[in-house]
């Protein structure tokens, strides 16, 4: 007697005989029924026509069919929203069942009724079962608030369940608290709405620690997942989370293993980077990490996945376990090919294993794994240069071997291994040309092309060879063609006499006979170089090439650190920011970031790149020395035709006072450095202060508007390079001789080099505009800084912002566009004709109502005198009109006026050696004096 | 969380699908197709597919592809693992989770997924706790439910649920009390030619089987639990009592289940009990096929049920081979050779040799194939782990104890 005998039909009508048997008064054949019901549902048939007959069943005791009624009500109930309404009193009835069982079942099944029209109903009995005593129904109801949320997420809010379910997270009983957790996890997951968001601290951490040893495999990912997004206050608390959390490695549910070692690798950052708890930490992740290896294939990929983020961020976990990558024949495939990819924590050490290990796959049948463990080992020649040797005899073996694939492979990667170490391994040459014939794919041919020509001095017949490439020469792919045409100038420029005719060929066949731009171009490049200055041409095609380094496979750091928080999701399978996949989520907002000194060159770092600007006559060349080796026929073209240097640099097409604001970083730097060496006597805050005093200094120095040196707000990060594929924008807003400048650092942690930048505004509250393009030293190449200056003018167009201050900037390069916003600040729009007459300043000030004042106190830290505090304040547009003396107070009445024509009168009043002083306030324009004042308290603290 | 779940056989038809929220159509498994269709062999589909709005991740089991639909960001390893937990479900169930038993049971399979996951959340994954919902099927039930009308669901609410150990039911009861503990090794290897071990490292789980009444509290102890430096627990193990005294303290599980996985790694020295002397040389048209197995560190223990298994190069035709001890068969079309040795007797070491005919005109292969082998060693745990005693608190009846050992091989293979 098997369950399959609900699917045998016997007549045609079989959902009228069902209807039949499901009005029957005998219980045993309602249920025999509902049963066949479920079996035809489950394959896909439709039965929603039975609905009613269906719910109808429903009003029993028996637990076995309302639990099949509750399946069926499940399925349908969207397609038949109207009948599913008869459902609801029973479910609210169930609720107050005495049986927690049932409580929990109507709970449950409410929730998974995808009604618009129900969900107002299940309010009241939701919001009870979240009560509930029993912790098994308020842990259903819990996830019923996730369902709920998915169907009518502003219903949920307003009822306040958020809230409850935040109550949850302090509940006693372990499961409890960790359905809460999946719950609200997946609320904010796809809520944007701030209300959604999980707010953790110190305590809610405790509880989870608390009930993370107590509740079920599940419990613990969804609480590990939740800790791992929480930002620790110190290395102390870091330190025992990370202690607490250890524990949990030992757990049998790979998913545990991997969500604890992603709040593992996360709390490393936060301790600190080398001190004895991370290395004893580092060592306890290793064993764990093997073990996954040896679980399921599909478990294997993607803990090799995972460990490929993990190893390139902490190289020395698994340095004593390459064993555990080694490949057995009868893996599947997916995890053979992740397995090579870990090959690049081979060292000195263990690299004799490994390379056997190589080459015995090598001899593989598969040829996706074969080419790759060939690419491993080119791998391992340029990482361990010990090693390279034995690494090129091993090549050598496997050339011998023949197989046309891995020969062509081999060549590819000694290309490079020439490229690392150059006058080392040319000896081999004369057995790569035996193989010439046998090459078809575009890559060996075009990297045994680069060979040729990179060493035609030392093969006899270079000249052969190459002109046995350029018989078919159209066939060839516009890689070969291009590496082609570099070959033969290099072989011209090294054997001039011979190659004269062959050189004007393959110019002429790829200036005149080819399609293709890039090629056209740099074919005229050379002709024009050897027509008119053979000597230059030498020196750009044969210039010294940037050394390759071996890090091709790697991510970008800041990809890379963004990366280590998904551990264990979905993003470390694809090695992707969910940002990049997931549709429209409120993730990257949620996510934190690695704290700052995990990473290498922050900002903090950012000023020491000495004058980012390139000398015009440098080549840009010299700043990629290392650039990766998988473009490296690209590179050594870029190489080729940077060095030429033809265009004049575009940094010297700028604005009129260049120098001076170039150099700014640079100076900003030297004033920090220099007033905290000194300890000067300024009490606030250094960067501000010696920011001011490097202002002035600067002035001085250069002779320039020495009048007009307004306070500069120390430059600010608006956009953090993981937003921007790497490109990280901070500025700030300053006034130099009456000009208003927005002065940006471009800073560009991607590998690749960008270009074409440009920028625009947001129409804003005061009209700004940039007054000109953004001039960019293009391209800014990996790890560059670039300081520029943007003036801006205050004619644009205007839209009330809100905040009143912030300014919407798009900023786009190469790669992409990105968009921040920044908050300007309000003296930037200070006029220098804020000046009022005296009596226009006393009619005004009658004219304007005193509703309009608004009175605050505000400090002043250093006391300055009336005189000091008119002084600094002009410098910043504020201008006093007139001075009293009123019982020992000094009165300073003062104006000033916005670009957008906005009056501002104020009354200073200060007391002797007093900290503070009262400023009254008084515009028809009410909106902008919470910025006048906080203007008033920046000059004065600041100056 | 996970969205829905399709079984998909081997011939490519979704025979069962389950969703836990929203409907999402089967088209989206067309995806799951493409994918497959460009694997070589089923093992092959890569687990974690991307299509525009779902992520598919899926596990291989039993000639069933289970495959997850997941709409939002989600640990893959969460969804593999609860899938795997699905299958050895079904197979706790039904005995098998084969394509046929989770059709004859599709009622029960309905009940059990919905039983397992709610809204994409795991609710009850422990077998001890759904066959206290659920009961599994069998002939006697069968019939009773027939003649008495009651039902496979049962009406209690399920105790371990909500108490500190939700992997027991409470009142448990036996009248033979009794607890037997398997210790089972696999060795994992890859030896080379010449004999020497290129990798070898030994995964080890100690199954129980646990029939006590009432709650008792267990102490289980090890003469040398130095070589557990690398293990995963049940829920139920005092990690803290092993941290500071190395001894398992738990309340188990009423019944089956696996207490400790361990990994002995590849830095120890793993003693290996056979060794396979290969000759393997292919010429053209044909070739020399001569393979020894003997014994080496058994520790005296039998080695039993040896299979040597090789799969041959394509161009292989026919083997034509004479066994000194146990049958073997090649298959043609499959071109693997199976070689049941059985017991070795390391007195008279037993051997396979013989010729290879190749396709003719097709050139001999590059290189020889590798040769994977299976044996089993009864009573020899290969780490050399043993169990000092097993100490019961709590309870006061005694209890009948048993310890068994077992080594065999796990991915074991030689190559030629």
């Known amino acids: 007697m098997t369950d399959s005998k609900y699917f045998t039909t016997t007549k045609k009508g079989e959902i009228f005989e069902l209807k039949g048997e499901l009005n029957s008064d005998k219980k045993e054949k309602k249920k025999e029924a509902v049963k066949k019901v479920i079996a035809s549902m489950t394959v896909g048939k439709d039965v929603s026509a039975l609905f009613p007959d269906v719910v109808n069943c429903m009003q029993t005791d028996n637990l076995e069919l309302k639990k099949l009624v509750y399946l069926y009500l499940m399925n349908y109930a969207k397609s038949q929203p109207d009948m599913a309404i008869m459902a609801v009193n029973t479910f609210v009835k169930d609720c107050e069942d005495t049986n927690p069982l049932i409580r929990a079942l109507a709970v449950r099944t409410m929730g998974c009724i995808r009604v618009d029209k129900i969900t107002e109903y299940l309010c009241e009995p939701l919001r009870k079962c979240l009560k509930d005593e029993d912790p098994y129904v308020r842990k259903t109801a819990a996830v019923c608030v996730a369902k709920l949320h998915d169907i009518n997420a502003q219903l949920v809010e307003d009822q306040g369940f958020l809230d409850q379910l935040r109550e949850l997270l302090s509940d006693s009983n372990p499961m409890v608290v960790a359905n809460a957790v999946a719950a609200l996890s997946e609320i904010s997951d796809t809520s944007p709405s701030p209300a959604a968001q999980m707010e953790m601290n110190q305590q809610t951490i405790n509880k989870l620690l608390a009930a993370l040893n107590e509740c079920t495999e599940w419990g613990q990912i969804f609480i590990l997942d939740a800790l791992s997004n929480y930002v620790p206050k110190d290395d102390r608390e870091a330190q025992s989370i990370c202690e607490r959390v250890t524990p949990r490695l030992a757990h049998s549910n790979a998913g545990v293993v991997l969500s604890a070692v992603k709040v593992l690798m996360k709390g490393m950052e936060y301790v600190g980077m080398e001190t004895e708890f991370v290395t004893t930490l580092q060592k306890k992740l290793a064993p764990p990490l093997v073990t996954l290896l040896s679980s399921e294939p599909e478990v294997q990929y993607v803990a090799l996945r995972n460990i490929n983020l993990i190893v390139q961020k902490r190289p020395d976990i698994l340095k004593h376990e390459m064993k555990v990558f080694f490949v057995k024949y009868n893996d599947p495939i997916y995890v053979k090919l992740e397995n090579w990819t870990s090959y690049p924590s081979a060292t000195q050490e263990n690299i004799a294993q490994v390379l056997a290990e190589l080459k015995e796959y090598a001899t593989e049948v598969d040829v996706d794994f074969v080419r790759k463990s060939v690419r491993a080992i080119g791998r391992c020649a340029i990482k361990v240069e010990q090693a390279a040797e034995r690494c090129v005899s091993t090549l050598l073996d496997l050339i011998q071997t023949k197989v046309n694939y891995v020969v062509q492979e081999a060549i590819v990667v000694i290309k490079d291994i020439f490229r690392k170490y150059p006058n080392k391994y040319e000896s081999i040459i004369s057995t790569l040309c035996e193989n010439l014939e046998s090459l078809d794919e575009p890559d060996a041919r075009a990297s045994m092309i680069w060979i040729v020509g990179e060493y035609a001095e030392r093969i006899d017949n270079a000249d052969e060879l190459l002109e046995s490439f350029l018989e078919g020469f159209h066939d060839e792919s516009t890689q070969v063609q291009l590496q082609l045409l570099t070959a033969i100038v290099k072989l011209f420029l090294k054997k001039p006499t011979e190659t004269q005719e062959l050189v004007q060929q393959v110019l002429s066949l790829a200036t005149q006979d080819s399609d293709n731009p890039d090629l056209r171009d740099r074919g005229y490049i050379y002709w024009r170089l050897l027509s008119t200055d053979p000597a230059a041409a030498k020196e750009v095609v044969l210039a010294e090439k940037p050394l390759i380094s071996s890090e091709t496979d790697r991510l970008e750091p800041t990809l890379l650190d963004e990366l280590i928080c998904y551990i264990a999701s979905l993003a470390s399978v694809y090695h992707k920011p969910p940002s990049a996949f997931v549709e429209g989520q409120a993730l990257v907002v949620r996510r934190t970031q690695l704290p700052v000194r995990s990473a290498s060159g922050e900002p903090g770092a950012t000023g020491a790149t000495e004058s980012p600007v390139p000398q015009q006559a440098q080549p840009v060349q010299q700043q990629q020395s290392v650039i990766p080796s998988h473009d490296t026929a690209m590179g050594d073209l870029l190489g080729d035709l940077l060095s030429m240097d033809l265009n004049p640099q575009p940094q010297q097409q700028m604005s009129m006072t260049p120098a001076p604001q170039q150099d700014m970083g640079g100076m900003d730097l030297l004033g920090g450095g220099l007033d905290s060496l000194l300890g000067g006597p300024s009490p606030v805050a250094g960067m501000p202060a010696s920011q001011a005093s490097m202002g002035g200094g600067l002035g001085d120095i250069l002779g320039l508007g020495i009048s007009s040196t307004t306070y500069v707000p120390p430059k600010q990060v608006w956009l953090p390079a993981p937003k921007a594929k790497g490109l990280e924008v901070s500025g700030t807003f300053s006034i130099r001789q009456n000009v208003r400048y927005m002065d940006l650092t471009l800073k560009n942690n991607a590998m690749a080099p960008m270009g074409d930048f440009a920028i625009q505004f947001n129409k804003n509250s005061f009209g700004l505009s940039p007054a000109s393009a953004l001039q960019v030293p293009s391209p800014l190449s990996p790890g560059q800084t670039a300081d520029v200056t943007l003036p801006l003018g205050t004619n644009g167009p205007v839209q009330k912002m809100d905040p009143l201050m912030n300014l919407q900037v798009a900023m786009k390069n190469n790669i992409d566009v990105f968009y921040f916003s920044c908050l300007i600040p309000i003296h930037l729009l200070f006029t220098e004709d804020g000046q009022m007459d005296r009596k226009v300043f006393l009619a005004t000030w009658k004219d304007i109502p005193d509703s309009n004042e608004v009175q605050k106190e505000i400090a002043n830290p250093n006391q300055l005198d009336p005189k000091g505090i008119s002084d600094k304040l002009q410098q910043s547009f504020i201008f006093t009109i007139a001075q009293r003396n009123v019982d020992g107070r000094d009165m300073l009445y003062q104006s000033l006026k916005l670009t957008n024509g906005i009056w501002v009168l104020a009354e200073l009043k200060i007391q002797p050696r007093s900290p503070t002083m009262t400023l009254s306030l008084k515009t028809r324009a009410l909106d902008v004096i919470p910025q006048v004042q906080q203007a008033y308290e920046l000059i004065i603290a600041n100056m | ?416």
């Not at chain 2, 009940?111 to 809204?119: C, G, I, T, V, Y």
């Not at chain 2, 188990?252 to 003693?271: C, E, W």
Request: with cysteine; charged share 20%; proline share 7%.
């Open chain 2, 1 to 416: 969380m996970i969205h829905s779940l399709f079984m998909i056989n081997s011939a490519g038809d979704i025979f069962m699908e389950k969703h836990w929220k929203s409907v999402i159509s089967r088209s989206v498994c067309d995806y799951f197709f493409e994918e497959q269709q460009k694997a070589n062999s089923p093992e092959d589909v890569n687990p974690v597919i991307s299509t525009p709005h779902h992520y598919l991740i899926h596990i291989y089991r039993e000639n069933i592809y289970f495959v997850a639909v997941c709409t939002t960001e989600v640990p893959p390893l969460f969804v593999i693992e609860f899938l795997h937990r699905v299958v050895d479900t079904f197979t706790d169930y039904f005995g098998d989770g084969g394509e046929t038993a989770i059709k004859d049971n599709y009622v029960i399979v309905y009940e059990l997924l919905e039983e397992m996951l709610d809204n994409g959340f795991p609710l009850a994954t422990e077998s001890n706790i759904l066959k206290e919902l659920i009961k599994p099927p069998n002939i006697l039930r069968t019939v009773v439910n027939t003649v008495t009308g009651s039902s496979n669901l049962s009406d209690t609410l399920p105790t371990g649920q909500l108490s500190n150990v939700p992997w027991r039911r409470a009142g448990v009861k036996y009248t033979n009390n009794e607890a037997y503990f398997d210790v089972i090794e696999e060795i994992d290897a890859i030896i080379d030619k010449q004999g020497s071990t290129v990798f070898a490292d030994i995964q080890g789980v100690i199954d129980c089987c646990v029939k006590l009444s009432g709650m008792p509290d267990l102490t289980l102890s090890f003469m040398n639990p130095r070589i557990l430096d690398d293990v995963s627990f049940h829920p139920c193990v005092r990690f803290k009592r092993w941290e500071s005294e190395r001894v398992l303290s738990f309340v188990p599980p009423d019944g089956n289940f696996r207490l400790i996985s361990y990994h002995v790694g590849s830095q120890n020295m793993v003693a290996i009990p056979v060794y396979v002397k290969p000759n393997i040389s292919f010429r053209e048209g044909g070739g020399r096929f001569d393979v020894t197995v003997g014994p080496k560190q058994t520790m005296g223990k039998l080695v039993e049920s040896v299979v040597i298994t090789c799969a041959m190069p394509k161009v292989v035709l026919n083997m034509n081979l004479t066994p000194t001890q146990g049958t073997y068969t090649f298959d043609p079309v499959a071109k693997v050779l199976t070689w049941d040795v059985g017991k070795i007797n390391p007195q008279k070491l037993p051997n396979l040799r013989g010729n290879i005919s190749l396709q003719s005109g097709s050139p001999p292969p590059e290189s020889n194939p590798a040769i994977s082998v299976q044996f089993k060693i009864q009573q020899m745990a290969v780490s050399g782990l043993k169990v000092n005693r097993l100490d019961m608190y709590g309870e006061k009846y005694k209890p009948f104890k048993g310890v068994k050992y077992l080594t065999k091989a796990g991915n074991f293979q030689v190559r030629t």
